[in-house]
């Protein structure tokens, strides 16, 4: 259905475009107009445009809540009065009308089945009526603006201006209710477990028992582990890639012939389209085997997951973060810059460090602030080289965990959602979000005490 109508509102669109700019060029032959053709045909596509999106879109919000309360009507009133049952109940109506195949007895399903096909066909129907009456009407409307003196182009421009604010708008408002939605579990979760168990607790095991006589399920939520599990495996991930990555990309900005940066950079940025779980495979099955082997010969105790073989791949699948964003920066640099440094006598390596690198710091830092972000937020080659275990060591050749990878532990389980093993996840999110805000800030902080101004 979407797609038929989108095909129409194109369509409609572009036939409003061609028929007014036709119009508009027309009488531009006789007259003087304030804005080109092309304003006009744009305005009148816009026109027709508008009106048939808003249609589908508040059609198919309306179509869902009629579709469900007349289903809902037609089924036993006992089954309409349990809340789980009613849910389920409404999705296997759904897949039925459909066409996709449900298990079980659906006998008692068949009549909301058909009332909710039935409303569903009078609603489409309704909602192509609707966009095409809206279509027409917005084209009519536009071709009878189509004058001289009517300033299309500023109409067209500010349409498009209040196009961008709403999506800035939605991006806004989507980041502020996730913060919301995470700061509302969050707090929930702390009606349950203290802020300070949480917070300076040494022990995390978030599984609770389920029944009063259940063992095992001690039920600790302290985060003292996952902290160290987290930095760990991000420092190591970084010792790797902050050098590699930075040396890299002085290399390939100052010192590679343009044949060779043509090659390597596009070789490097390979690494970061990998696929993590690839990354994962490899730390598990290579290095984390080489890891323990070596440290078994230099008679060392290296767990068969560890955090070195996570922080060593992790390390390898940034560095083009690190490379790829520095290489930019750098070579933006001003090349009066460059010149001015070597015409005082400066060499190309001095010219590097005291000329270029103050000047690309901001970017730099930005480089290597999205690199930590994203070991952070890593959590397949956590997995499956450092393990699940949150032991509280700084120890890289043990296993440790991370807050990611207990948040995807938590969220898969059995547990019911109002429990304070799956509530934990929020919290766990919540701490994450306002670890990578101090990342940030600090970030600015050093750009601005140490970012070189310029003319």
């Not at 259905?1 to 095909?7: A, D, P």
């Not at 669109?13 to 304003?39: I, K, M």
């Not at 849910?87 to 996709?100: E, K, S």
Request: aromatic content about 10%.
């Amino acid at each position: 259905m979407s797609l038929i109508y989108f095909s129409l509102l194109l369509l409609m669109s572009g036939f409003a475009y061609v028929l007014a700019r036709g119009r508009a060029a027309e009488g531009a032959r006789g007259a003087t107009f304030h804005s080109r053709p092309a304003y006009h045909g744009l305005l009148a596509g816009a026109t027709v445009a508008l009106p048939m999106f808003a249609v589908f879109v508040i059609g198919s919000f309306l179509t869902g809540f009629a579709a469900e309360g007349q289903a809902l009507a037609a089924l036993d009133p006992a089954l309409a009065a349990d809340p789980l049952r009613r849910g389920v109940a409404l999705r296997q109506i759904a897949d039925l009308a459909a066409g996709r195949p449900v298990a079980g007895d659906l006998s008692a399903l068949a009549a909301a089945v058909e009332t909710w096909r039935s409303v569903r066909q009078i609603a489409i129907a309704a909602i192509y009526a609707l966009g095409l009456a809206s279509g027409v009407a917005g084209l009519l409307f536009a071709l009878r603006r189509i004058a001289p003196d009517f300033k299309a182009r500023n109409r067209f421009e500010r349409l498009v201006s209040i196009f961008l604010m709403l999506c800035a708008g939605i991006a806004v408002l989507t980041t502020v209710g996730i913060v919301f939605s995470v700061v509302f579990e969050t707090f929930r979760f702390f009606q349950r477990v203290s802020p300070v168990e949480f917070l300076t607790g040494t022990h995390w095991s978030p599984q609770t028992a389920i029944r009063a006589d259940q063992g095992g399920s001690s039920g600790a939520f302290g985060i003292v582990p996952l902290l160290t599990g987290t930095l760990l495996i991000s420092t190591i991930a970084m010792l790797v890639a902050g050098p590699i990555g930075l040396f890299a990309a002085i290399y390939m900005a100052e010192y590679a012939s343009p044949r060779f940066r043509a090659i390597a950079k596009p070789v490097l940025e390979i690494l970061a389209g990998i696929p993590t779980v690839v990354l994962g495979f490899f730390a598990a099955l290579t290095i984390a085997p080489l890891i323990r082997v070596t440290g078994q010969a230099l008679g060392l105790d290296v767990a068969s997951e560890s955090a070195l073989a996570a922080g060593l791949v992790m390390g390898m699948m940034i560095i083009p973060f690190v490379s790829s964003l520095s290489d930019d920066v750098i070579t933006a640099v001003p090349q009066s810059l460059r010149d001015g440094s070597f015409g005082l006598g400066a060499t190309k390596s001095e010219t590097i460090k005291r000329v270029l690198l103050p000047a690309a710091l901001p970017g730099i830092v930005s480089a290597f602030m999205l690199a930590i972000s994203r070991a952070v937020g890593e959590t397949m080659i956590v997995v499956m080289a450092a393990g699940l275990a949150a032991n509280l060591t700084f120890n890289p050749l043990d296993a440790v965990t991370t807050f990611t990878v207990q948040i995807k532990t938590i969220l898969v389980g059995d547990q019911e959602f109002d429990s304070a093993k799956t509530l934990a996840a929020f919290a766990l999110g919540f701490v994450l979000f306002f670890f990578t805000l101090t990342l940030n800030v600090i970030a600015l902080a050093i750009i601005r005490k140490y970012r070189e101004q310029y003319d």
